[in-house]
């Protein structure tokens, strides 16, 4: 397996700037997510590292190796689409073997059937080979697809919302899968989603990509911990983080140049009677099987998880606290203040 580095690396689509300026160190063996909206740069970057666009600015570097001019066929990663796009007309067995079968890799026939067994096994589809990819449904298509990918034992793999044509439930069942073949085979991979629970439940470290451009990277922990920016800290987080106006909060324990004060919903602290000392707010909704309490104060709707016994009806007052050391300031660019 293999390190990955971008430097600098900028991407133009005539007017739009689809990737601005992105470095980024992926190690070797390291399963880093590339989390962020449609339209963010993420897919663009992963085009960029295996070789299907080229970059207007920058330099890009495969297991310390130059690639920026290299072909795709050269840099040796496998890209795993959005769209499985297997054949069919080909068999379980055919789709995978096809790409040991390519001119350049001259795999004997042999070592053929035995990386394909390898990879059935290692992904619980033997029972499948015969199958044409037709017959299969949407997990195991997932799952051919993948191994596609592994069978050319490649030195990383670049997987593109792999799991996002899949219903909820089946979503769910298979989100494990990657992280489960990561630890397996020790493989680099480089992830794109827009799902926050994908990216914090498969990752070593998340980059968050906002407008082309890198705002952060971290371990999913520091990044919804200690955000770098205003993008950052709504991306992870549900229910979301609060954002409040600076007016409900003493201007002296504020940062200059405030613009939003955030917290997070299981920050808030409720207590038992609303009280002078505290900030009162109106309850909206409460949802107990969720443990959400949604409150309100001057039109600002603010969001609380509790796991009291309490029960809260519509229009009644409650008394919370904003605990300082739990607050984060933000400028009218999203840029964090430290506090």
Not at 9 to 29: M, N, P, Q
Request: aromatic share 6%.
């Amino acid at each position: 397996m293999s390190e990955i580095r971008l430097r600098g690396v900028t991407k133009r689509f005539g007017d739009i700037v689809a990737v601005d300026d992105v470095s980024l160190d992926v190690k070797e063996g390291e399963f880093v997510v590339l989390l962020g909206p449609s339209g963010a740069g993420k897919t663009t970057t992963l085009r960029l590292i295996a070789g299907l666009e080229r970059p207007d600015d920058g330099e890009i570097f495969i297991d310390g190796a130059a690639a920026t001019d290299m072909h795709p066929a050269d840099r040796d990663v496998a890209f795993i689409f959005q769209q499985y796009s297997l054949y069919p007309h080909l068999t379980v067995f055919g789709n995978l073997a096809f790409p040991l079968r390519s001119p350049r890799r001259r795999v004997s026939e042999a070592e053929v059937a035995a990386r394909v067994q390898s990879v059935v096994q290692m992904l619980h589809i033997e029972s499948k080979l015969g199958n044409l990819a037709t017959r299969l449904s949407g997990g195991e298509m997932q799952r051919v697809a993948i191994g596609r990918a592994l069978v050319r034992q490649p030195k990383v793999f670049l997987m593109d919302e792999p799991l996002s044509s899949l219903d909820a439930k089946l979503r769910e069942e298979l989100r494990i899968e990657p992280k489960r073949l990561h630890r397996t085979i020790g493989a680099t991979i480089i992830y794109v989603t827009h799902d926050q629970v994908e990216a914090t439940t498969l990752a070593d470290r998340i980059g968050i990509l906002e407008h082309g451009r890198i705002v952060q990277v971290g371990a999913p922990r520091d990044v919804y911990g200690n955000p770098a920016s205003l993008g950052a800290a709504q991306r992870l987080g549900s229910p979301p983080i609060n954002l409040l106006p600076p007016v409900l909060f003493d201007p002296a324990t504020m940062p200059a140049g405030t613009s939003t004060v955030a917290i997070r919903p299981e920050d808030i602290v409720l207590h038992a009677h609303d009280t002078r000392d505290v900030l009162n707010l109106r309850v909206l909704e409460y949802s107990p099987l969720r443990h959400l309490l949604i409150m309100e104060r001057d039109g600002t709707a603010i969001v609380a998880t509790t796991m009291t016994e309490r029960n809260f009806t519509p229009g009644q007052t409650v008394g919370v606290s904003l605990p300082l050391r739990s607050l984060l300031y933000f400028r009218s660019d999203g840029r964090r203040i430290p506090a």
